[in-house]
């Protein structure tokens, strides 16, 4: 089973803050996405990445950056952090098979991030 | 742009039969898939539609209608566990991302 692993299931950062969050996948996925997830907003994408060292805009990445200097390994930045980024992180994974492909993409179990 | 529209909540009892429906909006359409998430949980992926029909994995289906930009999820004989969020999906106008509905609650009462 493809295994997506965030490294935090709670964080707690001060306004201001530059904040990482880490996420890993270990089945060799050329993809990788990260999402927040607000009530009543459902998923909404911030970033992705299709290569090492790749990355494109999603629908909503003012405020955040990305890396990517591994396969395995996709790290979602918040340069300055605000509390209205205090939200659900979700990071996926997928096969990449060509472009307008559907391939399932797999989540990590999200990480809870306040901004207080 | 791209947009999918689902009900934000859907009530049923145990044994009965739920449909959730999605309309979209795309520029370009590839197919639509489906993801469950328990609360607290990780969205898991459920079926995909790439071409119009229905789709059955056991208790759930999904079905797509292109000329309508319409789909559905099924739910057969609910059960308790089947109480979730259910997204349906597609993928962005440059092929490369899913674009994920709000979301619609099924709450599963006995």
């Known amino acids: 089973d493809v295994k997506v692993t965030q490294s935090s299931r709670y964080l707690v950062k001060r306004t201001g803050e530059k904040v990482f969050l880490e996420c890993v996948q270990d089945m060799d996925h050329e993809n990788m996405f990260w999402y927040r997830q607000d009530p009543g907003l459902g998923l909404r994408l911030i970033y992705f990445?299709?290569?090492?060292?790749?990355?494109e805009k999603g629908d909503i990445p003012e405020g955040y950056s990305v890396s990517r200097e591994k396969k395995e390994r996709f790290s979602l930045i918040l340069e300055s952090a605000s509390t209205n980024q205090t939200s659900m992180y979700l990071c996926?994974?997928?096969?990449?098979?060509?472009?307008?492909?559907?391939?399932?993409?797999?989540f990590g179990d999200g990480t809870r991030l306040s901004i207080l | 742009g791209q947009s999918l529209e689902q009900p934000s909540e859907v009530t049923a009892v145990e044994g009965a039969i739920v449909q959730i429906n999605c309309t979209y909006q795309?520029?370009?359409?590839?197919?639509l898939s489906w993801y469950q998430q328990h609360d607290g949980g990780a969205p898991t992926f459920l079926s995909y539609?790439?071409?119009?029909g229905l789709e059955e994995t056991g208790r759930f289906s999904s079905f797509l209608s292109r000329s309508d930009s319409y789909g559905y999820l099924l739910l057969q004989e609910l059960q308790m566990k089947d109480s979730a969020s259910y997204f349906c999906?597609?993928?962005?106008?440059?092929?490369?991302?899913?674009?994920f509905g709000k979301g619609t609650t099924l709450s599963v009462s006995s």
């Open positions: 996926a994974s997928s096969l990449y098979s060509g472009s307008y492909s559907n391939q399932p993409q797999h």
């Open positions: 539609n790439g071409l119009d």
């Open positions: 795309t520029s370009g359409f590839y197919g």
């Open positions: 999906a597609a993928l962005n106008q440059a092929g490369t991302a899913l674009i």
């Open positions: 990445s299709y290569d090492v060292k790749m990355k």
